[in-house]
C-alpha cells in the first residue's frame, strides 16, 4: 500500500474515531442525565413519602386524644360488655373511615389482649405482639409504627387509656398506606408499586383478599416478593415492579433499568422500607417518566453527528492533499535510500524545505554519516579485540557451529602448545581427551537446534590435552552467540594445575590438622593413665630399699612410663601441640633422648649417626619444639633418601664473628650450640634453596606435603633467637645447620642425681599443712593423695569445681594451699579458684592438666600466671613444687 493511501486511511479512520466518541458521549450524557433525575426524583418521593406519613401519623394522634378524652366511651368501655361498645363506637369508625381512610380500629386491655376490633368484631382476645404497642406499654407514651400485616402495609398509631391515672387499656387507629401511592402519582405523574417480602405475609389471607376485591390472585407471580399496590396495571408494572429491582434495592441500589411503554419512556428506580425493629419488609418501586429529557438528548445527538459528518467530509478532502505533499519526497528518499543500501555512501538527499520532510532529509544524511564513522569503527574494535585476546593470559577460542575452530589466542598457544596455523580450521575437539568428546558435541549441539543449554554460560573443571599429548586440569567456560549467519561459540580456557596442587595441599594440611587434635585429646587421657603408673611406682621406690631384689624390676617399669611419657611428648611435639616451656636444656640430651624416636620413622636402610659434642652445650629453649625441628628436618631427609643412605645428626660449639656475618649476612656476634641435619639423598637444586622456608612451598607431589615442614622450623628457631641455613649438592646430600645462642647463666636440675633420702626430708611437710585436692579422675586423685599423706600433708578431696568451693567453705581456716585439676566437668578449676579468692584473696594454688595450651586457651583457662604442673609429672615434681608454693 502507498503511503499517500495510507495517509488518507489515517486521516478518515481519525475522523470516523472523532464521530463514533462523539455518538458514545452523547449517549453516556443521555443514560447518566436520566440517572441523576431518577435519583433526585427517588429522594424526593421518599422525602413526600416521609411527609404523608408524618402528617397521617399526627391526624390518627389527633383522633386518638378526642376518643381517650370521650367520657361517654370510656364509661361504656369499662362496662367490658363488647356489642354495646361496638354500636356505641361504630358512627365515630364510620366517620373516621370516610374522613380519613382509617381502616383498623381496636380496644386493647392492658394485659395486650385485643378486646374489640372495629373493622372485625369476630375476631378478638388475641395477644398484640406489635412494636408499638410493646413502646407503648414500656413507655405508658403514645407509638407508632409502618407494619407489615398478613395482607397490606398499614401505619399504626397506639395511646395508653388512663381513667383517674390508672392505665385501663389502648386504643389504636391504623391506615392502610396505600393511598399514599395515588397521592404520590397525581404529584408527579408518576407510577408506584409497593412490593412486600412474602415471609411476612399470609397466603390464605392473600387470597381472600383479592377474591373479596375482585382482583387476580399475583402471589405466584415472584418467588420470594408480592407485589401488594400498584398505580399502573399494565405494562410498566411487569417490567418495572419485579423481583429483580427489589433485590436491587436490598443491595442498595436506587436506579435500574429504562423501559418504554407506548409512547413513553420511564426509568426504574426505588427505595427500601423498613419496620420499627429495622428490619427490611419490602419496597416502593418507582417508574420516573423521562420521555421529554430522552426526547431533548436525541435532538442533541443529531445535531453532533451533522456536525461531525462535516468535519468528515473536511478532512476527507484535507488528507488527500496532504497525503500527495508528503508521499512525493518520501519516494525520492526511498530510492536514494536503495543506493545508499547497495554501499554507494557517498549519496546525499537534496534539502530544500525546513519542514518534517526537510528534517528527514536531513537526518537521512546523517545516518549516513554515522555509518561511515560506525564502519570505521568496527573495523577499529575488530583489531582491538585481537590485540586484546592475543595479549591475554587465558586460552580464548572462537568455534562456529559445526565446532571448527576460527580464533585462536597467544593465551591458548602458550597453554596447550598448538601454533594458530596449527589448530585453526581444525575441531575443537582435538583439545579434550576423547572421553569428553561425545558430551561436548552433544552439548554444542543441543543448544544450538534447541537453545537449551546445561554447561553453556557455566565454569567447568575437566582435563585439557596438549600438542605432546599430556593431560592436565583446566578451567573452561563457554559462551554462545549468533548472528543472522551463524551461531559461535566462545571458549575461556585457564590452566589449573598450580591451583589444584595447592588445592591439595591445603586438603592435606587440614588432615595433619585433624590428626594433631586427634593426638592432642587422646594425650591427655594417656597422661592420666601414665600419671598413676609412674606416680606409685615413685612412690613405692620412695619407700623401697636400694638392695630390695624387685627394686630392679621397679626400675624397668618406671623407665618404660617415662619412654611412654616421652612418646606422648613426641606425638604432641609432631602436632605442634605441646606446651611451651623456654628453660635451660642441654641440646645433646635432647639429641640423644630423641634417637629412639628418629629410629621409628626412618626406614632399616638408613644408617643413623649421632656426633655429640664431649662438652655441654646448654640454651634456653622448649624441648618439644626442639624435637619438633629435628622431626621436619629428618622427615624430610629421609624422604630424600629413597634407596637409603646415611642420617647424621651432630652437636658442638660455635663462635659467630664479624667475618661470618659479612659472609653470610645473617648471626649476631657470640657463642652458639651449632646442630647439623645431614643426609646423603638427592639434593636440593640452588633455585629451589632459596624457596624452601616459604610456606606452603614444597617439590613433593600432592598430597604428599603440605609446603609447611620448613617454614615451622624456621619460625621456631626465629623464636628462640636462633638462625638455620641450608647447603645442599645435588646428587650428594644436603646439610641443615642450626645456631642457637648458648646461655651461661643457668642451673640444671636432675632430680635422679639428688640424694633419695634428703629429697624425701626435704619435701616432707614441715607443720602438717592442710591441702584442698580437686580432681575428676578419680586413681589421679587417689595417687596425689596418697603421695602427699606419705609426706605428712593433711588432704579434703573434692571431686569437681562446685564441691571444691564448697569444700573450701568449710574449711577455710585450715586449708593453706589449693591443688587443682585446670580441667573438670562443671565448674573448671580456675572458674572454682576464682570464686574461692573471692573468700580469700592470698589463698596459693597450684594447677595440673594433661590437655594441650590451645584446648584451654579455647576454654579461656591459659596457664599464663599460675602454678602449673603438666601430666604426667614425677612424685619428687609434684612435691617439689607444692613444697616450693607453701614456702614462699
Not at 145 to 156: D, N, P, V, W
Not at 247 to 265: C, L, M, S, T, W
Request: negative net charge.
Amino acid at each position: 500500500m502507498k503511503i499517500r493511501t495510507k495517509l488518507t486511511t489515517v486521516f478518515l479512520l481519525f475522523t470516523l474515531s472523532i464521530i463514533m466518541l462523539f455518538s458514545f458521549v452523547g449517549l453516556w450524557n443521555q443514560n447518566r442525565n436520566s440517572e441523576e433525575i431518577v435519583l433526585v426524583h427517588n429522594k424526593e418521593v421518599k422525602a413526600a413519602f416521609n411527609n404523608f406519613e408524618e402528617r397521617d401519623t399526627k391526624i390518627l394522634f389527633s383522633a386518638l386524644e378526642v376518643i381517650v378524652q370521650d367520657t361517654g366511651l370510656k364509661t361504656v368501655y369499662l362496662e367490658k360488655q363488647r356489642e354495646k361498645l361496638y354500636e356505641y363506637v361504630q358512627p365515630l369508625f364510620k366517620n373516621l373511615s370516610d374522613k380519613y381512610g382509617i381502616t383498623h380500629f381496636y380496644f386493647i386491655l392492658p394485659d395486650g389482649r385485643v378486646f374489640l376490633r372495629m373493622h372485625e368484631k369476630e375476631l378478638y382476645g388475641d395477644l398484640l405482639k406489635r412494636s408499638s404497642f410493646e413502646k407503648a406499654k414500656a413507655t405508658t407514651e403514645p407509638a407508632w409504627e409502618i407494619e407489615l400485616g398478613k395482607t397490606a402495609f398499614a401505619l399504626r398509631t397506639i395511646m395508653p387509656y388512663f381513667k383517674s391515672g390508672k392505665l385501663i387499656g389502648y386504643v389504636e387507629l391504623g391506615e392502610e398506606i396505600d393511598h399514599l401511592l395515588k397521592i404520590l402519582k397525581g404529584e408527579t405523574n408518576n407510577e408506584f408499586g409497593i412490593v412486600a417480602d412474602k415471609i411476612y405475609l399470609d397466603r390464605d389471607d392473600w387470597r381472600s383478599v383479592r377474591q373479596v376485591s375482585g382482583l387476580r390472585d399475583n402471589w405466584d407471580d415472584m418467588e420470594k416478593h408480592l407485589v401488594i399496590s400498584s398505580t399502573s396495571k399494565g405494562n410498566i408494572a411487569e417490567k418495572c415492579f419485579h423481583e429483580d429491582n427489589l433485590e436491587r434495592v436490598e443491595r442498595g441500589e436506587y436506579i435500574f433499568q429504562q423501559i418504554n411503554d407506548k409512547d413513553r419512556v420511564y426509568r426504574c428506580g426505588g427505595f427500601e422500607m423498613e419496620d420499627a425493629r429495622g428490619r427490611h419488609i419490602g419496597a416502593v418501586l418507582t417508574a420516573v417518566d423521562i420521555t421529554e429529557h430522552v426526547a431533548f438528548s436525541k435532538k442533541a445527538n443529531y445535531a453532533g453527528m451533522l456536525t461531525a459528518t462535516i468535519l468528515f467530509l473536511l478532512t476527507s478532502s484535507a488528507a488527500v492533499i496532504i497525503a500527495r505533499s508528503i508521499s512525493k519526497p518520501i519516494l525520492k528518499l526511498s530510492a536514494l535510500a536503495d543506493k545508499v543500501g547497495k554501499g554507494d555512501l557517498d549519496q546525499r538527499a537534496l534539502v530544500s524545505s525546513k519542514d518534517e520532510i526537510g528534517q528527514l532529509g536531513r537526518t537521512f544524511n546523517s545516518m549516513i554519516e554515522k555509518r561511515k564513522q560506525i564502519e570505521d569503527e568496527l573495523r577499529d574494535s575488530r583489531e582491538r579485540f585481537r590485540s586484546v585476546s592475543q595479549s591475554a593470559n587465558d586460552g580464548i577460542i572462537v568455534s562456529d557451529h559445526q565446532g571448527t575452530i576460527i580464533l585462536w589466542n597467544r593465551g591458548a598457544q602458550e597453554i596447550f602448545g598448538y601454533a594458530e596455523d596449527e589448530v585453526i580450521d581444525k575441531p575443537f575437539t582435538i583439545l579434550l581427551p576423547e572421553r569428553y568428546h561425545p558430551s561436548y558435541k552433544e552439548e554444542i549441539l543441543r543448544y544450538i537446534a534447541a537453545g537449551e543449554p546445561s554447561n553453556i554460560g557455566r565454569t567447568r573443571e575437566l582435563h585439557g590435552l596438549r600438542k605432546d599429548g599430556f593431560e592436565f586440569p583446566i578451567e573452561l567456560s563457554l559462551g554462545i552467540w549468533r548472528t543472522d549467519k551463524d551461531t559461535y561459540c566462545s571458549a575461556i580456557i585457564r590452566d589449573i594445575t598450580d591451583r589444584m596442587k595447592l588445592e591439595g595441599q591445603f586438603r592435606h594440611a587440614m588432615k595433619m590438622e585433624a590428626i594433631g587434635t586427634l593426638v592432642g585429646g587422646i594425650a591427655h587421657d594417656f597422661n592420666n593413665i601414665l600419671n598413676v603408673i609412674i606416680g606409685y611406682g615413685g612412690l613405692i621406690e620412695m619407700r623401697m630399699k636400694k638392695d630390695d631384689p624387685f627394686m630392679p624390676h621397679l626400675k624397668e617399669m618406671l623407665s618404660a612410663g617415662r619412654k611412654a611419657a616421652a612418646l606422648t611428648k613426641g606425638l604432641l611435639a609432631f602436632s605442634r601441640k605441646q606446651m611451651m616451656e623456654m628453660k635451660p636444656v642441654n641440646i645433646n640430651d635432647i639429641i640423644v633422648g630423641f634417637k629412639k624416636m628418629v629410629e621409628r620413622i626412618i626406614s632399616e636402610d638408613i644408617e643413623l649417626r649421632i656426633m655429640t659434642s664431649g662438652e655441654e652445650l646448654t640454651v634456653k629453649a622448649d624441648s618439644g619444639q626442639m624435637e619438633q625441628v629435628l622431626m621436619n628436618l629428618v622427615v624430610n631427609a629421609r624422604d630424600a633418601m629413597p634407596n637409603g643412605g646415611v642420617l647424621t645428626l651432630a652437636t658442638k660449639t660455635f663462635i659467630i664473628d664479624n667475618e661470618f656475618i659479612n659472609k653470610h649476612g645473617f648471626g649476631a656476634l657470640g657463642e652458639y650450640a651449632f646442630i647439623t641435619v645431614t643426609d646423603t639423598g638427592t639434593g636440593i637444586d640452588e633455585k629451589i634453596i632459596k624457596r624452601i622456608f616459604e610456606p606452603y612451598f614444597t617439590t613433593k607431589g600432592i598430597a604428599e606435603g603440605t609446603g609447611l615442614g620448613l617454614s615451622i622450623v624456621y619460625g621456631i628457631i626465629k623464636q628462640h633467637n636462633g638462625f638455620i641455613d641450608c647447603l645442599s649438592v645435588p646428587g650428594k646430600g644436603t646439610t641443615f645447620m642450626i645456631y642457637l645462642p648458648v646461655i651461661s647463666d643457668y642451673r640444671l636440675q636432675n632430680e635422679n642425681l639428688l640424694d633419695q633420702e634428703s629429697v624425701i626430708e626435704n619435701l616432707k611437710s614441715k607443720t602438717g599443712e592442710t591441702i584442698l585436692l580437686a580432681e575428676d579422675d578419680s586413681a589421679v586423685r587417689g595417687l596425689i593423695k596418697r603421695v602427699l599423706e606419705n609426706f605428712e600433708y593433711e588432704i579434703i578431696e573434692a571431686v569437681g569445681g562446685e564441691d571444691a568451693v564448697n569444700k573450701f567453705k568449710e574449711n577455710k581456716d585450715r586449708v593453706q594451699l589449693i591443688l587443682f585439676d585446670l580441667i573438670m566437668p562443671g565448674k573448671n578449676g580456675k572458674e572454682a579458684y576464682e570464686e574461692i579468692k573471692g573468700i580469700n584473696n592470698n589463698i596459693k594454688a597450684v594447677f595440673i592438666s594433661g590437655y594441650t595450651p590451645e584446648l584451654m586457651q579455647s576454654k579461656g583457662l591459659s596457664e599464663n600466671g599460675l602454678e602449673f604442673i603438666p601430666k604426667p609429672f614425677t612424685t619428687n615434681a609434684l612435691l617439689k613444687k607444692v613444697r616450693d608454693i607453701l614456702d614462699k
